[in-house]
């Protein structure tokens, strides 16, 4: 007797939940008729966190793959463009400090490394701007793409910043409108396990009894299904990762029509650093900060002296970040998405395109049957591990590098215990090699590809040794690369709008649909 898997209860809504919920019923809706069917359970007492207004490019495909209008996705969720971060004074920390991560891959990628060839003519010329015109749109304001451009296509690679409050709330409509989502508001009194440990049901407080063939934890920092029910161990990393609490404001603009940053702004403090996010309506600001570093009342200070006196009648929201991750993701028929499953820090907004991939892998990887369930559970469990294992590198990466030595906090980060054997392997290698497809980038999970690590190093200060005699027959090549960069770089420059203006327009006119 075999045991279909044709009833996907999702616990918890917010971005992790309806994300989750989307991705899977957007995938199998063909298969609806036959019986299968989404379930979406949100207690209508618990708020969700709403903070997490960054994400990355991803965002773009799996709204489109989920029949979402990214013209109703701007005039619904707040939403701006975000095209990179520009990290200010994480080096140095004096006033000039300041670098760029876009996210733009640099002209020729997968052609010519560029990195090379750059470091080789060792002028004043940052890496990004030499390989990219992404630095020099954001610096001037302006968009990425124009009205000629149809929906989710760009002129420089983009994602969003939005209102996370919103987003959820415009996923949930689009979900249970057009995506047949079941969605039941109840709280989960009882996780009812059967003897060989898989999740039998839930009980509810006002719906009753609610069975499911795989149960998707996004219950948040509770982790109601995975923690409490399945008694996954929870893995600290926070002898990694330092920053453990964050205080948050929505700071309103001076002007309405005051430019909106198409990047977000992240601004090295005394333990920790502060986000910006520009929205149309408003900035999200907020302070992430190591508590054994600083105290809650200085972090608070050092948040309202960036904001000034736009921050004297708001009050800050204070948040503790528990950096880590599950020991395992999917156990039996129980899967953790979103903060169930971990969070490190806000720093590269990892935690939304974590939601995505998650969500992406279970849906294309839905166990037909249940006796199939742990052989898809072991790989995802695989793939997930590493990615994590990659993405905490690569925000150990931003400490590691810094030449400030003004507090505690900055002198701690270059600690070599305190470094992932991994990342400082590969410090020791790129100190003759830059990033690029080596063996240390050579899967498809990969969230930050060798251009991310190479727009940090570089932005950074790091220095690759570089033989000229290694350079040989790319030196023409490099040379071209960069001479188009330029043009492509004034072209845009000359022919994209204004952000706040695109935005505008958009919630006006509409874009043009796929």
């Excluded at 001037?140 to 451009?149: I, Q, R, S």
Aim: proline share 5%; aromatic share 10%.
């Amino acid at each position: 007797m075999t045991h279909p898997v044709r009833h996907i209860v999702i616990v918890g809504g917010g971005t992790a939940g309806w994300l989750t919920a989307g991705v899977i019923a957007a995938k199998h809706k063909s298969r609806m008729p036959g019986g299968f069917t989404v379930t979406l359970v949100e207690s209508p007492n618990t708020p969700i966190i709403g903070v997490g207004e960054g994400t990355w490019p991803t965002l773009r495909t799996t709204l489109s793959r989920m029949g979402v209008s990214e013209t109703a996705f701007f005039r619904e969720c707040d939403a701006s463009f975000k095209q990179g971060a520009r990290f200010a004074r994480w080096t140095t920390g004096e006033a000039d400090d300041a670098y760029y991560h876009p996210l733009v891959l640099p002209q020729s990628f997968g052609q010519v490394n560029l990195a090379p060839h750059w470091l080789a003519r060792n002028d004043d010329l940052s890496f990004c701007d030499a390989v990219c015109a992404q630095g020099k749109i954001c610096d001037d304001g302006l968009a990425p793409k124009t009205m000629a451009t149809a929906e989710f296509d760009a002129l420089a690679n983009y994602a969003y910043h939005l209102d996370a409050g919103k987003f959820a709330g415009f996923l949930q409509r689009h979900c249970c409108e057009t995506l047949g989502v079941r969605h039941i508001l109840a709280d989960v009194e009882q996780v009812v396990l059967k003897e060989d440990g898989d999740i039998a049901s839930l009980t509810t407080a006002q719906a009753g009894t609610i069975e499911g063939d795989l149960f998707v934890d996004c219950t948040g920092f509770r982790a109601l299904l995975i923690g409490e029910a399945m008694g996954v161990p929870f893995r600290e990393c926070s002898d990694v990762l330092f920053c453990d609490t964050a205080l948050a404001m929505q700071v309103p603009y001076g002007d309405p029509d005051d430019p909106i940053a198409s990047q977000t702004i992240s601004t090295a403090q005394s333990a920790g650093w502060i986000w910006d996010i520009g929205l149309p309506t408003r900035r999200g600001i907020g302070h992430v900060y190591s508590s054994n570093h600083i105290s809650d009342e200085e972090a608070e200070r050092e948040l309202r002296a960036y904001i000034g006196p736009a921050a004297e009648k708001l009050s800050a929201r204070k948040i503790k970040i528990h950096a880590g991750h599950r020991e395992t993701f999917w156990k039996r028929n129980c899967v953790a998405v979103g903060l169930a499953a971990g969070f490190l820090e806000p720093l590269e907004a990892s935690a939304i395109v974590l939601i995505e991939l998650s969500a992406k892998l279970i849906a294309e990887q839905m166990p037909a049957r249940r006796e199939v369930m742990d052989i898809v559970a072991s790989r995802f469990n695989a793939t997930t591990h590493y990615r994590w294992g990659r993405i905490i590198d690569f925000l150990k990466l931003h400490y590691v590098l810094t030449k400030r030595t003004d507090s505690d906090f900055w002198r701690d980060n270059v600690r070599p215990e305190t470094i992932p054997d991994r990342l400082q392997e590969l410090m020791q290698l790129w100190r003759y090699q830059s990033p690029w497809f080596h063996d240390e980038f050579d899967r498809v999970e990969e969230v930050f590809p060798p251009a991310s690590y190479q727009y940090v190093l570089y932005g950074m200060g790091f220095r690759t040794e570089v033989e000229p005699e290694a350079l040989g027959g790319d030196a023409r090549l490099a040379e071209r690369a960069m001479r188009e960069n330029a043009a492509q770089t004034e072209k845009l420059r000359a022919g994209l709008p204004k952000h706040r203006d695109l935005i505008n327009r958009i919630v006006e006119r509409g874009l043009q649909p796929v």
